[in-house]
């Protein structure tokens, strides 16, 4: 009994008698907001034959000249690419302006597969209280009396170990390892007081040895190395001649031939390239620029020719839907 003499289950009666009220109660419908019901004021342009044909127009002006830009800069890349043997000598076509990038290329080389990517261990790499952290690193994560190896991993135990010397006119030319790593890598990546530890001791050698009394965050060659390639031909930044190479010039090659290509059928190259502002020899993105703007600059001249000799009448804009209705919707009731 309510208060007021009334019955509390007469009001429960008179809830349940009303299935408006009740719906109301069990429905998921959201509380209306305009931005729930995708009212909200929006950008809804009309594609005029005008405002494409300008559109095609400024993408084809402005694709064009960095295409050629590109294009040229990538022409005035000099790059020389030899096949690895023991003894190489030939004469540098133009003027190669230091520095002068040494890269070694392998091919059929796949860094990509699964378990090659897999097989490091970051945290080892970053820190020598993870000395230990070599779960993902089998099979050369422990040595036979399960010491740890540091690097672990086939990344690292696979490190390449071809050397390379370089001599003009019987003056050798210094190779410089600076800067060949990507400071983030040196400096997040690979600890400070990390150092190589029971690496290559077993009875299968991968590739190169390590010095102990360096620290990974220096040891550039296998940071560079870390980086896995995404494609089984791939470019490895190896060095650079800081000094100019003029046109002409009788460079020879002593090539030290350490690592094993034959056992998976790759091959190897040596590779000396200057750099542009764009970066190394690269047609692709010039010709990739050119195309795309030559075709907008025809689709706008097709269009443009089609809107000239046969003009289609625009239809009345203000039958659009969200011009009768602001909201953008219509409305049935």
């Known amino acids: 009994m309510d208060p007021n003499g009334g019955s509390s289950s007469a009001g429960a009666a008179d809830g349940a008698s009303d299935p408006a009220a009740a719906r109301r109660r069990h429905s998921k419908k959201p509380k209306y907001s305009r931005f729930t019901q995708q009212e909200l004021p929006a950008c809804k342009p009309i594609l005029t034959p005008g405002w494409v044909i300008s559109s095609f127009i400024f993408v084809g002006i402005i694709f064009i000249p960095i295409g050629l830009a590109s294009l040229f800069a990538s022409e005035r890349v000099v790059e020389i690419v030899h096949a690895m043997t023991r003894t190489v000598t030939f004469l540098v076509p133009k003027q190669m302006k230091s520095p002068v990038y040494i890269y070694y290329q392998l091919d059929n080389f796949y860094q990509n597969h699964r378990r090659y990517v897999k097989g490091r261990s970051d945290k080892q790499l970053r820190s020598r209280a993870s000395e230990n952290d070599t779960s993902s690193c089998d099979p050369e994560d422990v040595t036979s009396n399960k010491s740890a190896i540091v690097p672990c991993g086939l990344i690292a135990w696979s490190l390449f170990n071809d050397t390379y010397g370089f001599s003009v006119n019987n003056t050798l030319l210094g190779v410089s390892k600076k800067n060949i790593a990507w400071k983030s890598d040196q400096q997040h990546k690979f600890g400070s007081d990390v150092y190589p530890k029971n690496f290559q001791s077993g009875g299968l050698i991968g590739g190169a040895k390590l010095n102990s009394s360096i620290p990974l965050s220096q040891q550039v060659d296998l940071i560079v190395w870390m980086r896995t390639a995404a494609l089984p031909t791939f470019r490895k930044l190896y060095g650079k001649i800081e000094v100019d190479l003029e046109a002409n010039t009788e460079l020879t090659v002593v090539i030290e031939n350490n690592y094993n290509t034959y056992s998976f059928g790759g091959k190897k190259k040596l590779v000396l390239s200057t750099t542009s502002w764009i970066g ?27 809107y000239i000799i046969k003009p289609r009448p625009l239809g009345d804009p203000t039958f659009l839907s969200w011009n009768r209705n602001p909201a953008g919707h219509f409305n049935f009731n």
Not at 286 to 303: C, R
């Open 280 to 306: 190394g020899k690269n047609d692709f993105l010039g010709i990739a620029y050119i195309t795309l703007g030559g075709l907008s600059l025809f689709l706008a001249i097709s269009f443009l020719l089609i």
